[in-house]
């Protein structure tokens, strides 16, 4: 009896994970993840920041871009930073912002987070900021707003922060240009950082020279080498002739998981000191995503010290998230 | 369970294709009598195949080929250009009843079976009460027979109430008829009770299914850890935690020489393993869900919330370890690990949604594409999904010979079709499948030498 074998039709959601980013003429609409945007909307994302940079240095700090539109700044985990960069980003551009904190005991209580969203959705909300404690949210709510609803990943569980690592190449770029020549190394609790994923995906997009991680084993994800990064769990090795050193925050309940036995061991380990600072270049700036522990990841004086751009990066942020809104938004008619 | 044969499981079952019974007989208990004729039948278990026909009396086949002396024929079916297979055993699907009727009922599923093939059903004891009493098992017993589609066993809680520290009363669920006892993925309280619970087990030679899974090395996770999850921060089950598990128990097994069956395996090592124990001569074997025959960590990486399953899709290098085991007979049983959900379970965010897939309308469909990729003999295929539970569970069924309990069905191979959510019967339309193409489908089934199911000429599968 022949037997005719018909290859499966696979669904449309596997064959290209972030192909739900672009609308159909291939332009941004939401931001989830730096996968898939590749180095021309990445470098694209950075050179419309660069011009909204004056923007941020003139008297009257608006421009009237997105006049008229609503951005929901929908928090289902406390943050007050990045909210609040997302907020002024938001009132740059001249558009209405409103503040949602949706504890998730709220979603626990019955209302699921599809109720949450529709409701939201019928305030007519043009944009999304989302941030969410479980990876993946933020592609959930993309999939399930309006089509004329852009969605912006504020941070969704250890999955992506594509913003935070935006914020971090475009600093990077200001300070030392090109990307090629590059080491960059991040220190610290890789395993359960969203941001670190963000980071290794757009420093990679950009053909960094070498992005590597330096961390206990404990605090690396399996398989970390696949993501495009080098692997080392020695400071003194893993800092040599690097450029760009980014710390990690620490959280301290790492330690009741076993993933570490204190502060003070990774502090002597892996905590940035201005001894361990020596062994990168002389010339090396230290990032970090914060807020900073200090004492447990950083000290203090390499934290405050002439290296350090870390304030730089918070101003940074606001230009880069005005970029990234004004470009999801500009694809529409309005 | 002895004397199956004689069970009645329709006396008041509804008819589900409303067929009349032929006149003079008394529905469910001496007819039907049938001779399906001209049908490419396929016994699994002793592997012939021909073209040949199958006599049908008191619920049991009395003949293949020659009709008996004096055989006088109610219904006569002319199968040719068909397949006549046995009917499906799922060794472990959920129904969802008792307690969550919200997501299926046992007349929902029991139907959904019987329309894609499956003519026994064991379903796992964390319903709600858990099967850890025989009211319970007649509970369940009953509603199966009111829904009149598949046969529904119950397997039986190895502690009472699942709590992982009493024993619960084995005999008692045996003699009520379960098949089986098992914990499911609930912790027991300590080694000891594993032990003792598998010796009193083997006492009164019962079947204990472990689903292998060190609950401390697997809390919180959602995907297989590897690279895929690394990568998507989803925190991941590692394959130690199905390995660890699987090696406490084998040690227990070689002590007190307990039947085990360990279910929903999903790691290349833990087939390794169980070939080894195998080989060994330890009474172990192995079941794994059709899904993990064909899927892996690379279909989670859209965070597709319907490929969240528990154990996790793992790697490709798994998959086809799994494959592998399957053709070479090291896993004897592929069942659905039907779990079906209503919308709003999967409606969230990858690792917030329910775990578990709608699987029963699939099982056959992807047992039969394993036999059209080459992967597995088609009579392998099939032997995994009849003759293969039906040994496991000591089941008179999964064969075609004479002496084995009708369960039987026509299967189209020449009917293609698209698996879509608007054609499942199943009330959980949860499955990653969607979208997927078939070769063949169900045209009849018989539960017990009663067709409960006909696909009405025309129609779509399953659609009566």
């Given at each position: 009896m022949a037997v005719v074998f018909v290859r499966p039709k696979r669904p449309k959601l596997a064959r290209d994970p972030w192909a739900i980013q672009f609308d159909g003429d291939g332009h941004?609409?939401?931001?989830?993840?730096?996968?898939?945007?590749g180095p021309e909307w990445v470098t694209r994302i950075l050179d419309t920041a660069e011009s909204f940079l004056s923007v941020t240095g003139r008297d009257v700090k608006k421009v009237p871009l997105l006049r008229g539109r609503t951005v929901v700044n929908l928090f289902f985990e406390s943050s007050t930073r990045t909210r609040t960069t997302f907020e002024l980003a938001a009132k740059r551009l001249s558009a209405d912002v409103l503040n949602l904190n949706i504890s998730t005991s709220a979603t626990t209580k019955g209302e699921s987070l599809l109720d949450t969203l529709h409701n939201i959705q019928a305030m007519q909300a043009d944009m999304f900021v989302v941030r969410h404690d479980m990876s993946g949210a933020a592609h959930f709510i993309a999939r399930n707003v309006e089509p004329h609803v852009s969605v912006l990943n504020a941070g969704d569980g250890w999955h992506a922060h594509p913003t935070q690592a935006l914020l971090d190449v475009f600093t990077i770029r200001k300070m030392k240009?090109?990307?090629?020549?590059l080491r960059v190394a991040i220190v610290g609790d890789i395993l359960h950082s969203r941001v670190a994923r963000s980071q290794i995906h757009a420093l990679n997009t950009l053909s960094t020279g070498e992005v590597r991680v330096i961390a206990p084993r404990t605090l690396l994800p399996t398989?970390?080498?696949?993501?495009?990064v080098r692997v080392f769990h020695d400071m003194r090795a893993g800092l040599k002739d690097v450029d760009v050193i980014i710390m990690l925050r620490l959280q301290r309940e790492r330690m009741e998981g076993a993933l570490l036995p204190s502060e003070d061991e990774f502090f002597r380990l892996y905590g940035l000191t201005p001894e361990k600072l020596?062994?990168?270049?002389?010339?090396a700036i230290v990032m970090h995503p914060g807020p900073a522990n200090r004492g447990v990841e950083i000290d203090s004086e390499v934290a405050d010290g002439p290296q350090s751009v870390i304030l730089q990066q918070v101003s940074n942020g606001i230009a880069v998230r005005m970029a990234v809104m004004s470009l999801c938004m500009s694809g529409r008619e309005e | 369970m002895n004397d199956i044969m004689n069970q009645t499981y329709f006396a008041q079952g509804l008819d589900i294709d409303h067929l009349k019974p032929p006149e003079g007989c008394r529905p469910g208990i001496d007819c039907e009598r049938w001779i399906i004729r001209g049908a490419r039948v396929i016994d699994p278990a002793s592997g012939q195949d021909a073209i040949t026909d199958v006599f049908i009396d008191k619920a049991g086949?009395?003949?293949?080929?020659q009709a008996p002396v004096d055989f006088v024929s109610d219904n006569i079916m002319n199968a040719e250009g068909l397949w006549l297979i046995p009917g499906l055993i799922d060794s472990w699907a959920r129904l969802r009843e008792p307690g969550q009727e919200h997501k299926a009922t046992i007349a929902s599923e029991a139907r959904a079976a019987v329309a894609a093939g499956i003519t026994t059903v064991c379903i796992p004891p964390d319903t709600d009460p858990v099967i850890d009493t025989p009211a319970v098992v007649r509970l369940i017993k009953r509603r199966a027979q009111l829904a009149g589609g598949a046969r529904v066993l119950s397997i039986g809680a190895l502690t009472q109430n699942l709590e992982g520290k009493r024993l619960a009363e084995m005999v008692d669920l045996k003699e009520a008829g379960c098949v089986a006892v098992s914990n499911l993925l609930k912790p027991l309280e300590n080694l000891a009770v594993m032990r003792r619970a598998m010796e009193y087990a083997a006492t009164f030679d019962m079947l204990v299914i472990v689903q292998p899974q060190d609950r401390a090395l697997a809390r919180g996770g959602c995907a297989h850890e590897g690279a895929i999850a690394s990568r998507l921060g989803l925190p991941g089950i590692p394959v130690a935690a199905e390995t660890a598990a699987m090696a406490q128990v084998l040690a227990l097994v070689e002590e007190t020489g307990a039947r085990v069956h360990f279910a929903n395996l999903s790691s290349a090592r833990a087939a390794q393993m169980l070939e080894q124990a195998r080989r060994e001569g330890l009474p172990v074997s192995g079941g794994v869900s059709a899904h993990q025959l064909f899927l892996s960590e690379m279909d989670t990486d859209a965070f597709d919330a319907n490929c969240h399953v528990i154990p996790p899709l793992r790697s490709l290098r798994d998959r086809d370890a799994l494959l592998d085991a399957v053709a070479r007979g090291v896993i004897e049983v592929i069942h659905s690990d039907h779990q079906p959900h209503e919308r709003d379970a999967k409606t969230e965010p990858f690792p917030e949604a329910a775990p578990g897939i709608s699987a029963l309308e699939t099982l056959l469909p992807l047992a039969l594409r394993l036999a059209e990729t080459g992967a597995v003999g088609l009579h392998d295929a099939l032997h995994r999904i009849t003759a293969g539970p039906a040994r496991l569970l000591r089941l008179k069924a999964g064969g075609i010979a004479p002496g084995l309990r009708a369960d039987l069905c026509l299967y189209n191979p020449q009917s293609a079709w698209t698996l879509e959510t608007q054609h499942?019967?199943?009330?959980?339309?949860?499955?990653?499948?969607?979208?997927w193409d078939f070769n063949g489908q169900i045209t009849h089934t018989w539960v017990a030498g009663r067709l409960v199911y006909r696909q009405r000429i025309g129609s779509a599968p399953g659609l009566a």
């Amino acid at each position: 009896m022949a037997v005719v074998f018909v290859r499966p039709k696979r669904p449309k959601l596997a064959r290209d994970p972030w192909a739900i980013q672009f609308d159909g003429d291939g332009h941004l609409k939401h931001l989830l993840t730096i996968e898939g945007l590749g180095p021309e909307w990445v470098t694209r994302i950075l050179d419309t920041a660069e011009s909204f940079l004056s923007v941020t240095g003139r008297d009257v700090k608006k421009v009237p871009l997105l006049r008229g539109r609503t951005v929901v700044n929908l928090f289902f985990e406390s943050s007050t930073r990045t909210r609040t960069t997302f907020e002024l980003a938001a009132k740059r551009l001249s558009a209405d912002v409103l503040n949602l904190n949706i504890s998730t005991s709220a979603t626990t209580k019955g209302e699921s987070l599809l109720d949450t969203l529709h409701n939201i959705q019928a305030m007519q909300a043009d944009m999304f900021v989302v941030r969410h404690d479980m990876s993946g949210a933020a592609h959930f709510i993309a999939r399930n707003v309006e089509p004329h609803v852009s969605v912006l990943n504020a941070g969704d569980g250890w999955h992506a922060h594509p913003t935070q690592a935006l914020l971090d190449v475009f600093t990077i770029r200001k300070m030392k240009g090109e990307f090629a020549p590059l080491r960059v190394a991040i220190v610290g609790d890789i395993l359960h950082s969203r941001v670190a994923r963000s980071q290794i995906h757009a420093l990679n997009t950009l053909s960094t020279g070498e992005v590597r991680v330096i961390a206990p084993r404990t605090l690396l994800p399996t398989q970390v080498e696949k993501l495009g990064v080098r692997v080392f769990h020695d400071m003194r090795a893993g800092l040599k002739d690097v450029d760009v050193i980014i710390m990690l925050r620490l959280q301290r309940e790492r330690m009741e998981g076993a993933l570490l036995p204190s502060e003070d061991e990774f502090f002597r380990l892996y905590g940035l000191t201005p001894e361990k600072l020596a062994w990168a270049k002389p010339d090396a700036i230290v990032m970090h995503p914060g807020p900073a522990n200090r004492g447990v990841e950083i000290d203090s004086e390499v934290a405050d010290g002439p290296q350090s751009v870390i304030l730089q990066q918070v101003s940074n942020g606001i230009a880069v998230r005005m970029a990234v809104m004004s470009l999801c938004m500009s694809g529409r008619e309005e | 369970m002895n004397d199956i044969m004689n069970q009645t499981y329709f006396a008041q079952g509804l008819d589900i294709d409303h067929l009349k019974p032929p006149e003079g007989c008394r529905p469910g208990i001496d007819c039907e009598r049938w001779i399906i004729r001209g049908a490419r039948v396929i016994d699994p278990a002793s592997g012939q195949d021909a073209i040949t026909d199958v006599f049908i009396d008191k619920a049991g086949i009395v003949a293949v080929g020659q009709a008996p002396v004096d055989f006088v024929s109610d219904n006569i079916m002319n199968a040719e250009g068909l397949w006549l297979i046995p009917g499906l055993i799922d060794s472990w699907a959920r129904l969802r009843e008792p307690g969550q009727e919200h997501k299926a009922t046992i007349a929902s599923e029991a139907r959904a079976a019987v329309a894609a093939g499956i003519t026994t059903v064991c379903i796992p004891p964390d319903t709600d009460p858990v099967i850890d009493t025989p009211a319970v098992v007649r509970l369940i017993k009953r509603r199966a027979q009111l829904a009149g589609g598949a046969r529904v066993l119950s397997i039986g809680a190895l502690t009472q109430n699942l709590e992982g520290k009493r024993l619960a009363e084995m005999v008692d669920l045996k003699e009520a008829g379960c098949v089986a006892v098992s914990n499911l993925l609930k912790p027991l309280e300590n080694l000891a009770v594993m032990r003792r619970a598998m010796e009193y087990a083997a006492t009164f030679d019962m079947l204990v299914i472990v689903q292998p899974q060190d609950r401390a090395l697997a809390r919180g996770g959602c995907a297989h850890e590897g690279a895929i999850a690394s990568r998507l921060g989803l925190p991941g089950i590692p394959v130690a935690a199905e390995t660890a598990a699987m090696a406490q128990v084998l040690a227990l097994v070689e002590e007190t020489g307990a039947r085990v069956h360990f279910a929903n395996l999903s790691s290349a090592r833990a087939a390794q393993m169980l070939e080894q124990a195998r080989r060994e001569g330890l009474p172990v074997s192995g079941g794994v869900s059709a899904h993990q025959l064909f899927l892996s960590e690379m279909d989670t990486d859209a965070f597709d919330a319907n490929c969240h399953v528990i154990p996790p899709l793992r790697s490709l290098r798994d998959r086809d370890a799994l494959l592998d085991a399957v053709a070479r007979g090291v896993i004897e049983v592929i069942h659905s690990d039907h779990q079906p959900h209503e919308r709003d379970a999967k409606t969230e965010p990858f690792p917030e949604a329910a775990p578990g897939i709608s699987a029963l309308e699939t099982l056959l469909p992807l047992a039969l594409r394993l036999a059209e990729t080459g992967a597995v003999g088609l009579h392998d295929a099939l032997h995994r999904i009849t003759a293969g539970p039906a040994r496991l569970l000591r089941l008179k069924a999964g064969g075609i010979a004479p002496g084995l309990r009708a369960d039987l069905c026509l299967y189209n191979p020449q009917s293609a079709w698209t698996l879509e959510t608007q054609h499942m019967l199943s009330h959980g339309k949860n499955t990653p499948f969607i979208g997927w193409d078939f070769n063949g489908q169900i045209t009849h089934t018989w539960v017990a030498g009663r067709l409960v199911y006909r696909q009405r000429i025309g129609s779509a599968p399953g659609l009566a």
